[in-house]
């Protein structure tokens, strides 16, 4: 069966830089997408970017572009956000989930969905 | 920039019909999907390309979609539906959210 299993929480420093693990198995790494979004304490969704696990295309939110790098490691089906000068409003539950497109080219599916999730990685960012 | 609005809460007694809508300029024009976050867990996708259920996802949810709004439905309701529900859609290629809306069954 497919699975998402992220890396356990982190407590890091405003400034510092963290990177987030997302290990999937049960399926061909390759034929989807990987997308992370993020949900801060008592708030909603918000997504952050997603990444072609085909050709490492990626496509980033605008509010995070400039801190956040997608990447993944086909040789251990693994996909991984790292995001860089870390504020205290970046804490909150980050979230995996696989794409049903294989968003290449740079275009993903107009209906596609996020069919199996990570159970998320706690991020706490405190001085 | 496109965006979806959803009420921030509805609610339900146990056996009605709930009705979440979801609006965005045109929205009829894009495929939605729908999740089910319940407390402590991880979103799980209940309607996708407006009006298809996953597997495993019980039949008393369904969707529409038209013009500028898109509707989850939840009939005969029950208290484990009690959960936030996001929709979701694609705008060149980037994923809008709605802000979600909580379900309380009273």
């Known amino acids: 069966q497919v699975q998402l299993v992220q890396s356990g929480a982190e407590v890091t420093k405003p400034g510092a830089s963290v990177k987030l693990s997302c290990k999937t198995s049960?399926?061909?790494?390759?034929?989807?997408?990987i997308t992370w979004l993020r949900q801060a304490p008592g708030q909603g969704l918000e997504w952050l970017g997603w990444?072609?696990?085909?050709?490492?295309?990626?496509r980033y939110a605008q509010k995070v572009q400039d801190r956040v790098i997608l990447t993944t490691d086909a040789s251990t089906t693994t996909a991984f956000l790292e995001l860089r000068s870390l504020r205290s409003d970046d804490t909150a539950r980050y979230f995996c989930?696989?794409?049903?497109?294989?968003?290449?080219?740079?275009?993903?599916?107009?209906?596609?969905?996020?069919?199996?999730w990570g159970q998320g990685t706690l991020l706490t960012v405190s001085s | 920039s496109f965006e979806l609005t959803q009420p921030p809460s509805v609610s339900v007694s146990p056996g009605q019909t709930a009705n979440i809508p979801c609006s965005g300029d045109q929205l009829g024009n894009k495929y939605v999907s729908w999740y089910q976050q319940r407390p402590g867990q991880s979103p799980v996708v209940v309607i996708y390309e407006d009006t298809k259920r996953p597997s495993g996802i019980p039949d008393r949810f369904s969707g529409s979609n038209s013009e500028n709004t898109a509707t989850l439905t939840i009939s005969g309701t029950q208290a484990l539906d009690e959960a936030d529900y996001y929709c979701q859609a694609w705008d060149s290629n980037n994923v809008v959210l709605g802000g979600g809306t909580k379900v309380t069954v009273l």
């Open positions: 989930a696989r794409i049903t497109s294989d968003c290449s080219d740079d275009k993903c599916y107009s209906g596609a969905r996020f069919d199996s």
């Open positions: 049960g399926y061909t790494f390759t034929y989807y997408a």
């Open positions: 990444i072609s696990a085909d050709k490492g295309n990626t």
